[in-house]
């Protein structure tokens, strides 16, 4: 089992960046497929970013890719999520998730944090 403890999220103009961070408790980090969702109000949990447990693979909703990149460190046990020019329609609460297997976007990730709030103002 691993929790899961998001941070840095804030209020950010349209165009800025914000850096979320998720440290994750346990020695067997390394063994858990990492990733970001984010849900908007009224709208359903999506995918927004996943790596693999080496950090070999990563892959990106469509929506985010090339702004939004994906990065972890297992002797720290965190993963990272440094976002770039920022749009309002990113305004949403991101969720670190974990799991054991390969995260597709249409997965259902086993373990959650808390999630942070991230808003941008246009």
């Known amino acids: 089992q691993v929790q899961l403890v998001e941070s840095g999220g804030g209020l950010v103009q349209a165009g800025g960046s914000l850096r979320l961070s998720c440290a994750g408790s346990g020695r067997s980090f390394i063994n858990y497929y990492m990733g970001w969702f984010r849900q908007a109000p009224g709208k359903e949990r999506e995918f927004v970013a996943a790596?693999?447990?080496?950090?070999?693979?990563?892959y990106y909703a469509d929506s985010v890719k090339g702004r939004f990149t994906i990065s972890r460190d297992n002797t720290k046990n965190t993963v990272t999520l440094q976002m770039n020019s920022l749009k309002p329609e990113d305004t949403a609460v991101y969720y670190c998730?974990?799991?054991?297997?390969?995260?597709?976007?249409?997965?259902?990730?086993?373990?959650w944090g808390q999630g942070t709030q991230v808003t941008v103002s246009s």
């Open positions: 998730a974990a799991d054991w297997n390969t995260m597709t976007p249409t997965a259902r990730p086993e373990y």
């Open positions: 790596i693999s447990w080496r950090a070999t693979s990563t």
